[in-house]
């Protein structure tokens, strides 16, 4: 099962960024991704085997009982390259590096193999681009972008079904498996 801890905007940010989205430039090359996919990746885990998954979620579930919930709200816009289009968070982003890191342990030591550590950077995908796509339109009309303060109060495991159709511009969709409340 492919899988990764998230933290999930709340309905209210997700509208904010829709709006704010409709009235962006939408150029060529730029693939949007779907609302629906849209999360701050805490820790990718890739493919996890079946028997690791018990450790995994009782560790996940201590890693949330040890986090307190914390302030976040969608902020500004950036880009990777030419690559990929991202809104990044503002508010308690130390809350929210922490509980990365917790995650990242978690996993690490229910057994998954992980990738190589490195400093978390909170983002959410909003689209990727083919090699050369001018992302400054979108740069431009986004930048002052800021949404409104909501509660970040749930760690989510969240399964990553890739497409399979071979249909162009399918997207991966995303089932959350377990989710633990923040309580620390």
């Known amino acids: 099962m492919r899988l990764f801890a998230a933290v999930l905007p ?47 979620h009782a560790r996940l579930a201590r890693a949330a009982h040890r986090s307190a ?17 991202w809104t990044g968070a503002a508010g308690g982003i130390d809350a929210m590096r922490l509980l990365a890191e917790r995650a990242d342990a978690a996993a690490r030591r229910a057994g998954v193999s992980m990738e190589q550590h490195r400093r978390y950077t909170p983002h959410l995908t909003l689209a990727r681009g083919r090699p050369g796509t001018d992302l400054r339109p979108c740069l431009d009309a986004l930048a002052g972008f800021e949404g409104t303060p909501w509660q970040v109060d749930t760690l989510s495991l969240v399964r990553s079904n890739l497409p399979v159709s071979g249909v162009p511009g399918e997207q991966p969709r995303y089932e959350v498996v377990e989710a633990w409340p923040l309580a620390g």
Do not use: K
């Not at 997700?14 to 409709?22: G, H, N, P």
């Not at 919930?69 to 289009?85: E, K, M, S, T, V």
């Open 10 to 56: 709340a309905p209210g940010a997700v509208a904010e960024l829709r709006d704010a989205l409709a009235g962006a430039p939408r150029p060529d090359g730029l693939r949007w991704t779907a609302e629906a996919g849209w999360h701050f990746t805490l820790a990718f885990m890739g493919e996890v085997p079946d028997p690791l998954l018990p450790d995994l």
């Open 69 to 85: 919930p914390f302030p976040l709200r969608l902020h500004g816009i950036g880009h990777f390259g030419d690559r990929a289009l």
